[in-house]
């Protein structure tokens, strides 16, 4: 009976250590899990801070080059309408004065006389549109030619407005068409209309 009692009491002295080493083993296995848990963790963290980030990073650098890029469009779209305006400015105040300044008989005579006495040569040549023919006076032709003795007036149907001064001895020509005046007058029309519309320059 005695070692009946002292089998139990090693079967149970072995259970009892089974079970205790059982019970460290696993919390030695859930201490380990533990850790590696947290390892796991820090490491996610850290990436996900990392992609936090790096995203700002980026979201900030698109920003900036959107911002740059609304700057730059802005400043094109400014000089685009600046040129827009300036072609309207010239086509409503230059080229349709121009061309009534020059559909004036008047006024062309005017033009014609004050080149010509300003001009000290003998040889001259005045070339008028052939449909300003009969529409020029000959009291102004006389006019002219009170300034310009030898003075040749002549027409060509290749022009349509204007006038040109020819001096043939030198071969040298100045023209007075629309597209000289507007050309002599835009630069100058360019500078007002900047000076009277907009605060900063071209």
């Known amino acids: 009976m005695k070692e009946l009692n002292?089998?139990?009491?090693?079967?149970?002295?072995?259970?009892?250590?089974?079970?205790?080493?059982?019970?460290?083993?696993?919390?030695?296995i859930l201490s380990a899990a533990e850790a590696e848990r947290a390892k796991l963790l820090a490491v996610a963290k850290e990436e996900a801070k990392k992609i936090v980030t790096d995203a700002k990073r980026e979201a900030d650098r698109i920003a900036r080059s959107n911002e740059q890029e609304i700057i730059r469009k802005g400043k094109q779209l400014i000089s685009d309408l600046k040129v827009?305006?300036?072609?309207?400015?010239a086509d409503k105040v230059l080229v349709n004065n121009t061309q009534a300044a020059?559909?004036?008989?008047?006024?062309?005579?005017?033009?014609?006389?004050?080149?010509?006495?300003?001009?000290?040569?003998?040889?001259?040549e005045l070339?008028?549109?052939?449909?300003?023919?009969?529409?020029?006076?000959?009291?102004?032709?006389?006019s002219v030619r009170e300034h310009a003795k030898n003075l040749i007036i002549s027409f060509d149907d290749r022009m349509s407005e204007g006038f040109k001064i020819t001096e043939r001895d030198q071969a040298y020509q100045i023209s007075f068409t629309e597209n000289d005046f507007i050309e002599l007058f835009t630069p100058y029309l360019e500078e007002q209309t900047a000076q009277l519309l907009f605060t900063s320059e071209m």
Do not use: M, T
Request: zero cysteines; hydrophobic letters at 45%; a negative charge.
């Open 6 to 28: 002292n089998l139990d009491q090693l079967a149970d002295k072995i259970y009892q250590e089974g079970i205790e080493k059982a019970q460290r083993e696993s919390k030695a």
């Open 84 to 89: 827009k305006i300036h072609q309207v400015v």
């Open 102 to 124: 020059l559909a004036d008989v008047s006024f062309l005579q005017q033009a014609i006389l004050e080149a010509i006495h300003s001009w000290e040569a003998d040889s001259l």
């Open 127 to 142: 070339v008028l549109p052939q449909k300003l023919e009969n529409k020029l006076e000959e009291a102004f032709q006389n």
